[in-house]
Structures are given as C-alpha cells and as structure tokens.
DNA sequence: ACTGCACCCTGTAGCCACTACAGGGTCAAG
DNA sequence: CTTGACCCTGTAGTGGCTACAGGGTGCAGT
C-alpha cells in the first residue's frame, strides 16, 4: 500500500538492495519516484514485477529471457507461443545440463571408487587426470 | 620430442591458444623457453601438464582445485587422502547441482505441461510466474 | 629481394549476474 | 545534537575464459 524503500522491496521479495540497483541499471526494474532526500520510493507494481523476474531467475531463467518473459506478459491478447518456446528450450538447456552432470559425477564417482587410499603415486584419481584415456593399455 | 609452439600445444591438448596463456598467467602452466624470435617453446612435460589440467577442468574441478591437485600429485610418497578429499568434495558440489537442477526441471515440466496454448493471459506458465505460491489460493 | 599469409606477441576489455566496497548523504530515536 | 541504521553513486572484483587491437616472426612462393 504505502510506499516502499528499497530495503522493505528487498525485504519484501528475497532480493538484495544491490541486485534491486543492478536491476534497475540494467532496466530489468523501472526508475522509481524519489523521495525529498533522493530516496527510491517502490510501489505495489514493483513489488510484482520483482516478484516475477525473481521467481523466473530462481527457476534458471537468463536475465534476457526474464526481460522477454516480461515484454510477453504486458499482451496479454497475444498468443502464449512465444512464452511457451522460451521455457521448452529453456528446459532442453536445464536436461543438457543434467545429462552432463550426471556424465561427470559417474566418472568421478569410479574414480574415487577405484582408489583405496594409500600413496600418491598409486592413486587411482592421479592416475585418470595423469594419461590420456586414448592411448592408455587396454590392460 | 621436438619443441611445439603455442599453436601445436593447444593442438596436441585440445586447448586453445589464448587460454593456454591465461594458464600460464595465472601460474597454473609454468613459463616456458623462449625462441630467438620470442615465441614460447613448448617440451613433453607441458603437453603431460596441461593434458593433466584439461583433463580435470573437463571433470569440473575448479581452477584452485586443480593447482592444489597438481601440487599433490607432484608428491609421490604422500597420502593420497587429501586428493581423495578434493574429489570427494567435487562430486558431492556435482550431486547437489543435479538435485537442484532436477528440481528445476520438474517445476519447468509442471509449467509448460499445464498450458494448453491460447492466449497470454491464460497462460500458465505467466500465471505460475505471476504469482507467489505462497498466497495463491489452494483451489 | 619481396610479398603474402599464417602464426605468434602483449595488453586490455568483455562476458554473466551479481557482490563488495569506498566515500558520502538522510532520517528517526534518544 | 549525536548515534546508528539506512540510503545514495560509482567503481572494481568474482570465474574462467574469449575477443579484440595493434603489432612482430617465419616461411613459401615468385
């Protein structure tokens, strides 16, 4: 109801006073109304537009896809496809990014398997980083 | 065998030329010979190095992880208990990116899921944007 | 000898999305 | 009228490269 400063906004949406100023800088967040003393002065309609742009970055979104979501979200006559193609291809990236995660956490995991402690120069995780898979004795 | 310059290091390794000179600006590669024309001069052991190094940083190890690896690895007789320890933490830091991201690709799958196309402002995947969980309503 | 051309050199700036100061100003309570 | 919590601007730092700009080197072909 009442106006805001920017730490009741920060407040407000889990955001940091800093990242609200970024924001603004990058004109993610409208210039607000100042205060006498040059205060930054939020209303209702900010504390949603930053609720929004928070929830879209907590779900991975990139700052450019959050600034498309929001430009899609004021026309609200048009058709949803647009939104609807941001987040598939941004699900595709979030599967790639699993896929090669998992790739890497099973080769770490047979690394640290494989070795039992002991010296240096017969640790098995040494020893991956060490040879070239390729050219590594099939023994 | 023969000396390889920059160009042939960063083939022979996968790497490309720019960022084998930021290695060696950061002191993760140490400073090779120079040629009379002042071209770095590059010898068996910088192609072990940095295989060693690419080969980490493709597991995902961080850049001060693997200087801390090299220094360990640099010491045959030690126990490899600390190395052990750095990958540990490595795949535990992976095993936490994989729940995270999974998380988000079931809240992204639940979004694009529940939207049936149409228009923006019946848009599913705006609304679950739009709103906070928290005082949405149950129904 | 000369001319291209591919490669090499240094140094700096940019990427992403913030975060952390430094050096100041404002405002309400005591 | 002072204290302390908040606010302001602007700049620099994070990680791990990547991309220039503006030059020099080396070798093949003519």
Redesign the interface.
């Known amino acids: 109801m009442n106006p805001l400063t920017i730490g009741h906004l920060a407040h407000a949406t889990g955001t940091k006073t800093e990242t609200i100023r970024y924001y603004e800088k990058i004109g993610l967040l409208p210039r607000p109304r100042r205060t006498a003393g040059n205060y930054r002065s939020y209303g209702e309609e900010h504390v949603?537009r930053l609720?929004?742009i928070r929830?879209?970055r907590d779900?991975?979104f990139s700052i450019d896809d959050v600034r498309e979501?929001l430009t899609?979200?004021a026309?609200?006559?048009?058709?949803?496809?647009n939104?609807?193609e941001i987040?598939?291809r941004?699900?595709a990236a979030?599967?790639r990014?699993?896929a090669a995660?998992?790739r890497?956490?099973r080769?770490?995991?047979k690394?640290?398997a494989s070795?039992h402690?002991?010296?240096?120069?017969?640790?098995r995780?040494?020893q991956?980083?060490?040879q070239?898979q390729r050219s590594r004795p099939a023994a």
Chains 1, 2 share one sequence.
């Open positions: 949603q609720g929004f929830r879209a779900l991975g979501l899609l979200a026309h609200r006559e048009q058709s949803c496809d939104v609807d987040a598939a941004h699900l979030t599967e990014k699993i995660l998992t890497l956490r080769e770490l995991g690394m640290l070795c402690g002991g010296e240096i120069s017969e640790c995780v040494i991956s980083l060490s070239d």
